[in-house]
């Protein structure tokens, strides 16, 4: 493995720097139908679920099947990717925002080989590599994030929970079923760099414990001042402390009760670990979306405050999420999003229909807004 | 062979998703024989001590990572994220594992001349692991060792003409939907504004400029395919204002259920039969304005009335078009929860025109006075929509000079503590309690 | 910009002596810092010369990953790599 070198000169770093250069110009990507037909579309319809067609002004159509895949991909992955794109549709592909990944192409009898193409392609494992679907009244692929894989903070598994949810729901992956979309996202930790607060259905990994302190060694891994400033809830301060040694060494205190598990003093500091394998779990999350389609977008609401990791495939989780949208499904009128379905019947319908326990930990007490969730009527179904 | 033992994640390769276990023991299995004779660059079993590593965390219920202050190439603060394993004895191939964001393509359309370069890269120097694509919208490449970084990095740029993304407090990787490239509902050129923006503000995006993460993202429309209202702190939607569009005889396929004008643009063809198309009951009883009416086979709006939600060009996209006059609206501030609860993005600009013409002229100004409030007055570490939070949002009008309408609340306060400015009040607030005396006794 | 921001040799003088004087409590700081150093100063442009800094090798970043801090080149104990170099 000898050390090949581009010619970077690690000593003279500015030496024919290229730099501020940006991404590549979306223009010299676009398949040459879409790069004629651009601003001039006309309508679409999706075809079946998972197949598209956009028709333009000018008569032209393109035909799409989008695909689910996990978002961790390979090299080898996206390689076969590009094989099937050279093979139907001239070396042109694209990821949509939801990690889903569409192929066009310029006829309708092409549609039918790259579908059949597409739904033979298997792992060895049995799974499907790329399943058409995640399109109209039905559930699309989960936006997530890292997990154990990659990430210090998560408090559960990404592309684990994601997977053994998709397996659960794809069925709708695959059909129309639905009153409505319905989104499933995904985030590891309360920072959320997935953004799922509103998500028909959000899973969230939560810790519960605050972080552990490695008092030997903390002062000599990390400066204490960026531990201290790093808490958002300045629930740390630096202390002295006592080894068993008799030795004093600088250190820090949490008030624990001030907590929030965010992670945010072990990113600044290694000595002050949060995993915990009874502490954390996942939350789950419910109603909300980002479509201004009828109903003001809306923030998801916690519908289970705390479900263990049961890995590998998180039954009580899914079962959860499974009672959802199964309520959901029997009970929803036709283009009703699960929040707007669950204030029409109300909160305290939907916990009865959705077979979900309302524990005292899903009332708000958190900051002021706290109060504008709780009942100020005695407007309630019994 | 494999490495390790994984009875755990091997249970994650059956069922129909598609699973990463079995894609990264494949990507393992390519490395180990390495049939193209790739001269790696990190270690070739890096993907054996991934799953290694990942088995083990799901046997404890924890993460092994922890995090590393790698922030970039150099003079770059960000696009770089340093990460290390805590059992680097047991897993060496992922004792180092640093991820890089490769700023994506708007729209995410690629060529496979240019997936492959890339593939071929991330190969020979890095783990041939990726995230098609990470949060922000930026390609992932994950998992390298530091000496790679300036090494990929020279490829990229030299001979892919590509940049990095953003992390860190720099603008982050700037993300749009396809916009009119394939979409008839997009009111503006999403693609193009997004890569203008990105290029437009390079030193923010490369270099840290303010006290923490900022996002822009575009959608097309109110649809929101992108979820900016929800997670950028500034969200470019598109709208109109004119009338939307309505072509009469296919309003009326519509009506009659013929199988070419399907509702919904067949989100609906599925297992559930939810009987025939009624216009009354699915378009008109769900408008939230009830702005629409359908009489002797004409459909007639009420467009000054109509809040452009887009439900019944989405149900009846042949026969209804977005109006012609078409721009974009702006709204900020939107965040995930920490640390003060999430927060949705509020409407600061009710329409601006989006023109290529002037360079996004109208936009890059409400941009950059809100950058320069934000630059001065945000506390390290507080996101825009905290600050407005914290300031008021008359503040916000203030610095970026917008005129206050009925337009940017729900509904005016509900409590009378308006704190008046002394120039606000006619004569000011000296006033000579001598003269006051003289009508009034002690 | 103020003849302090302007004057390269000066600024850097300036930053240096400010995060010499600090250093015995911490090693890495916020952009917003800096706006001490230069009180006459707009943020947009501390920034550029602040950052010009770290091209010429005077100062380096460090990242959390949603936040960047600068310190002085090879200053602290967490530097931006372990145990690679």
Partial sequence: MAFISTGYNPAKPMENRITDIGPKDHN???????????????????????VLVHVADSGEEVYTVRVGGARL????????????????????????????????VDSKEKVEPLKNDLAARKFDGGSFKFPIGGTGAGITNIVHTQGWLHCHTPATDASGTVKAAMDELFA?????????????????????????????????????????????????????????????????????????????????????????YCGNCYTMCPSMPLADTEGDGIVLMAGGKVSNRISDPKFSKVVVGFLPNEMPRWPSMTKAINQMVNAYSNGANKYERLGDWAERIGWEKFFEVCELEFTHHLIDDFRQQAYMSWRQSTQFKF | MAKHETPLLDQLESGPWPSFVSDLKAQAERRAKNEEGIEFQIPSDTVDDLLGILELSFKHGRTHWKHGGIVGVFGY?????????????????????????????????????????????????????????????????????????????????????????????????????????????????????????????????????????????????????????????MSFIGTWRDDI????????????????????????????????????????GLCPTKCMKFENQKLSIDNANCTRCMHCINVMPRALKIGKETGCSILVGAKAPILD?????????????????????????????????WMEEGKNRERLGELIMRQGFQKLLEVTGIKAQPQHVQYPRTNPYIFWKEDEVEGGWERDVEE????HQR | MSDLLDNTEEATKAVVAFLEKKSKSKTKFYLKDFYKVFPDDKPRMIKKVVNKMVEREILEYWSSGSTTMYGLKGAGIQHSSEGEE
Avoid at chain 2, 140 to 151: A, H, K, M, R
Avoid at chain 2, 164 to 191: H, I, K, M, V, W
Avoid at chain 2, 347 to 367: H, Q, S
Avoid at chain 2, 436 to 439: G, I
């Fill in chain 1, 28 to 50: 010299d990507f676009y398949p040459p139908v879409i790069k004629r037909n651009k601003g001039k579309w006309s309508h679409h319809e999706i075809l079946e679920p998972g």
């Fill in chain 1, 73 to 104: 991909m390979s090299t080898g992955h996206i390689n076969e990717i590009c094989d099937i794109a050279d093979k139907h549709c001239d070396g042109h592909v694209r990821f949509t925002t939801r990690n889903n990944i569409e192929f066009m």
């Fill in chain 1, 172 to 260: 709708d992956f695959q059909d129309h079923r639905l009153p409505a979309q319905l989104r499933v996202s995904m985030a590891c930790c309360l920072n959320m760099c997935g953004a799922v607060h509103c998500s028909d259905i959000a899973i969230l990994g939560y810790h519960r414990k605050p972080p552990m302190l490695d008092h030997e060694y903390l002062d000599k891994v990390c400066e204490i001042p960026l531990a201290v400033s790093a808490c958002p809830t300045a629930a740390i301060k630096p202390s002295k402390q006592l080894l068993a040694n008799g030795t004093e060494v600088k250190s820090v205190a949490v008030k624990n009760e001030r907590c929030m």
């Fill in chain 2, 77 to 233: 603060g960000g696009g770089v994220i340093g990460r290390y394993c805590d059992q680097p004895q047991a897993f060496p191939g992922v004792e180092h594992f640093h991820t890089m964001r490769v700023n994506q393509p708007a729209g995410k359309y690629y060529t496979t001349d240019y997936l492959r370069t890339l593939t071929k890269l991330w190969d020979f120097r890095g783990s041939g692991i990726t995230n098609m694509h990470g949060a922000t919208g930026d390609i992932i490449l994950l998992g390298t060792t530091t000496p790679q970084i300036e090494e990929i990095f020279h490829t990229l740029t030299h001979d892919m003409g590509q940049d990095l993304g953003g992390s860190g407090s720099n603008l982050r990787t700037p993300a749009d939907c396809l916009g009119q490239s394939r979409c008839e509902y997009s009111c503006y050129d999403t693609n193009a504004m997004v890569y203008f923006l990105t290029n437009e503000y390079q030193d923010e995006l490369h270099r840290p400029a303010f006290p923490y993460k900022f996002k822009f993202k575009l959608d097309g429309c109110p649809n929101c395919c992108v979820a900016s209202i929800a997670r950028s702190d």
């Fill in chain 2, 245 to 284: 569009r309505v072509d009469q005889d296919a309003v009326n396929k519509y009506v009659e259920n013929d199988a070419a004008y399907p509702a919904n643009a067949g989100a609906f063809r599925g297992s559930k039969d939810w009987g025939p198309f009624d216009l009354e009951k699915e378009v008109l």
């Fill in chain 2, 341 to 373: 609860g999430a927060q949705m993005g509020s409407l600061l600009v009710p329409f601006v025109e989006v023109n290529p013409d002037n360079d996004y002229e109208a936009i890059t100004e409400v941009i950059e006075n809100v950058w320069d409030w």
């Fill in chain 2, 436 to 439: 006051y005396r003289k009508h």
